[in-house]
């Protein structure tokens, strides 16, 4: 429906009394990162954000020097909410020779999976020019990591800003990369089992196969940035 007829229809609707079914309501965007707090995160497993993920000029940043230098605890964080069908929107930057990425469908359940990654797949945020895992097809920037090769040239220049988008909707799984479409594949097919077979997760039994969860940052070791995040269901 175009948005000035769901308008029209508010006004009708509401001199009339009546109201507009949901499924026909535009669905609207939520912020998981209000940009002063880490509310609405957690350590994966855990009830609290590790201290080495820190509240920077807006963005969620994970300083992992504070690791080493001040104690400060670290690990993937993941939303306290989970998703099914989604529109997922943020801007990410990384360090120099850095690693980092996006996880969904994430199981948060740490007695049956001992890592984010034993479910959830990845769009991979990374150094391309400095990480060595920038030379490995599947592992580059915007990848679906070690599943689908993107397309290349849409990255930007490292301690640059770089806006994703992932959107997993009845399955079907796109990836966005500063507005180009990086990666376009089908899941839970065969196609799809086939891809898992041929990865690095084919001893995982549950890894891409549970089309619902948490969104998970990881952390990789080294310094990188996010702000923006929204998440649309669909």
Same mark, same amino acid.
């Given at each position: 429906m175009y948005p000035f007829l769901i308008g029209a229809i508010v006004i009708l609707n509401t001199f009339f009394g009546t109201s507009i079914p949901d499924e026909q309501k535009p669905k609207e965007w939520i912020s998981?990162?209000?940009?002063?707090? %880490?509310?609405? $995160?957690?350590?994966?497993?855990? %009830?609290?954000?590790?201290?080495? $993920? &820190?509240?920077?000029?807006? #963005? !969620?940043?994970?300083?992992?020097?504070?690791?080493? %230098?001040? @104690?400060? *605890? @670290?690990?993937?964080?993941? %939303?306290?909410?989970?998703? #099914?069908?989604?529109?997922? &929107?943020? *801007?990410?930057?990384? #360090?120099? =020779?850095?690693?980092?990425?996006?996880?969904? $469908?994430?199981?948060?359940? +740490?007695?049956?999976?001992?890592?984010?990654?034993? +479910?959830? /797949? *990845?769009?991979?945020?990374?150094? =391309?020019?400095?990480? /060595?895992?920038?030379?490995?097809?599947?592992?580059?920037?915007?990848?679906?990591?070690? !599943?689908?090769?993107g397309? *290349?040239?849409?990255?930007?220049k490292v301690g640059e800003w770089n806006l994703v988008e992932i959107i997993s909707n009845n399955g079907k799984l796109d990836f966005y990369l500063n507005g180009t479409n990086v990666v376009s594949t089908t899941y839970g097919d065969a196609d799809w089992k086939n891809l898992i077979a041929g990865s690095k997760f084919k001893d995982k039994p549950d890894f891409g196969r549970i089309f619902s969860g948490h969104i998970a940052l990881q952390d990789h070791g080294d310094k990188v940035w996010y702000r923006n995040i929204m998440i649309k269901k669909l």
């Open positions: 998981l990162f209000n940009g002063k707090n %880490t509310k609405g $995160w957690h350590k994966y497993g855990k %009830t609290s954000v590790g201290s080495a $993920w &820190k509240v920077e000029d807006g #963005s !969620l940043f994970f300083d992992a020097e504070s690791i080493k %230098t001040a @104690g400060a *605890e @670290g690990g993937d964080i993941v %939303t306290d909410a989970s998703f #099914s069908n989604f529109h997922l &929107k943020l *801007e990410w930057k990384i #360090s120099k =020779n850095g690693n980092s990425g996006i996880i969904f $469908w994430v199981q948060d359940d +740490t007695a049956k999976y001992k890592q984010v990654w034993f +479910t959830g /797949p *990845e769009m991979q945020v990374l150094d =391309n020019d400095g990480h /060595p895992d920038g030379k490995i097809k599947k592992h580059r920037a915007g990848n679906l990591y070690d !599943l689908i090769e397309k *290349e040239g849409a990255v930007n």
